[in-house]
């Protein structure tokens, strides 16, 4: 049973960096990321990461966020700099099967962790 569990959100100010963690257990796919979801809107991409470490970013968060993962302690990272009050959301890391090729929106991932808060304020 695969299991997902978020950790290292917090309560920021704008400029100021986070890094989230996203323990994975009984996962041997290829493919795993991050969303996010801002009240009142819909769960949206923020990177994603797959077996070749090839990522992809959300323009809102390119040259700002940095997806990685640690193989050897199934953990999936996201390092996030420059924050905005925008970036204040959920964060969710999710994982699925196959690859990570185009798989950008919330049906296409089967496995998802209880998310972590992350406030950012100006």
């Known amino acids: 049973q695969v299991q997902l569990v978020e950790s290292g959100g917090g309560s920021v100010q704008a400029g100021g960096s986070l890094r989230l963690s996203c323990a994975a257990s009984g996962y041997t796919g290829d493919c795993m990321g991050w969303f996010r979801q801002a009240p009142g809107k819909e769960r949206e991409v923020v990177a994603t990461i797959d077996s070749y470490s090839i990522t992809y970013y959300a323009d809102s968060v390119k040259d700002r966020f940095i997806i990685s993962k640690d193989n050897a302690k199934n953990t999936l990272y996201l390092q996030m700099n420059i924050l905005k009050p925008e970036d204040t959301a959920m964060y969710y890391c999710?994982?699925?099967?196959?690859?990570?090729?185009?798989?950008?929106?919330?049906?296409?991932?089967?496995?998802w962790g209880q998310g972590t808060q992350v406030t950012v304020s100006s």
């Open positions: 999710a994982a699925v099967g196959g690859g990570c090729y185009g798989r950008r929106t919330v049906d296409q991932y089967n496995y």
